[in-house]
């Protein structure tokens, strides 16, 4: 059954109780936590406060994790980034596991120089990758990687790269991003569903417009069709808005987000009907 999500992130400026307070009034039923939303952060990412949020608000049934990806890189030219990097992605499932979330989305890291990536970067990612089978081992939870927007210095942004890394690590699951993709075409987006929906366990929804990512749903065409696309496929995982605040016209109260999430909240269920 697919699970309506939201990233923790859209409630920036709010503590881990006030965010679930606020989702458990959206209709949406599933939360994606970034490690990095502030409160969580900068408080040492106090675990035992998301897992008695959780009791308290049991119509969040479903949590998933994001590992952290600001000013982090496994894939570093810098080995001292690479090496906090991955072990923050480590840390991150282990967080996952005590919260009993089903998928940790992690990114795939990027060259470091604004050129394409080069034999020593696959190095990096390689052992990256590894580092996550060896940790994944035995776990409940299932490691995810995110496509990227398409970029010079990118590891992972197109459909067919995206399946070979799939086809290589049998292990390894699949977040798809549709901003990402739809930042390149709304067909690019339903190649990665095409070629890579037997993997997918969770899905970044979004909409690509201004030359940014992102944005509501808003009822757009093209987010129709791409659920569409979810739903033949008989995807049964998480839908998770992924909304960036600072691109709308202006600040929003609490009040405004949950109406904002609760319109895009229905728009999705009638997709998914």
């Known amino acids: 059954m697919v699970s309506f999500s939201v990233a923790s992130m859209f409630f920036h400026e709010y503590s881990i109780p006030e965010i679930f307070s606020l989702v458990s009034r959206t209709g949406l039923d599933a939360m994606e936590l970034w490690l ?11 675990v035992d406060d998301v897992i008695a949020c959780r009791k308290a608000h049991p119509g969040i049934r479903v949590m998933t994790v994001h590992s952290p990806i600001l000013d982090l890189n496994p894939c ?27 998928v940790l989305t992690v990114h795939p890291g990027r060259r470091t120089a604004k050129r394409p990536p080069g034999n ?14 060896e940790a994944v081992e035995g776990s409940p939870v299932k490691i995810a990687m995110e496509n ?17 890394i799939l086809d290589d690590e049998p292990w390894l699951f699949f977040t798809f991003d549709v901003a990402h993709a739809c930042s390149k075409s709304e067909e690019e987006a339903l190649r990665y ?20 990512a992102h944005f509501p749903l808003d009822r757009y065409p093209s987010i129709a069709r791409v659920m569409a696309s979810l739903k ?3 995807y049964n995982g998480c ?24 319109r895009d909240c229905a728009f999705m269920h009638e997709c998914m009907e």
């Open 36 to 46: 990095e939303t502030p409160y969580f952060w900068l408080q040492d990412l106090p």
């Open 76 to 102: 570093s030219i810098n080995p001292d980034v690479a090496d906090i990097s991955v072990d923050y992605t480590i840390r991150s499932l282990r967080i996952a596991e005590q919260l009993g979330a089903p």
């Open 120 to 133: 020593a970067d696959l190095v990096r990612f390689n052992q990256y990758i590894s580092v996550l089978h």
């Open 148 to 164: 990227m927007e398409p970029a010079i210095n990118s590891m992972l942004c197109t459909p067919e790269r995206m399946r070979t």
């Open 193 to 212: 569903i095409e070629l890579c929906h037997d993997r997918l366990v969770n899905v970044h929804i979004s909409r690509f417009d201004h030359g940014k």
């Open 232 to 234: 033949d496929h008989h």
């Open 239 to 262: 839908l998770t808005l992924e909304i960036e605040d600072l691109n709308l016209a202006r600040p929003l109260s609490a009040e405004e987000k949950i109406s904002l999430l609760a």
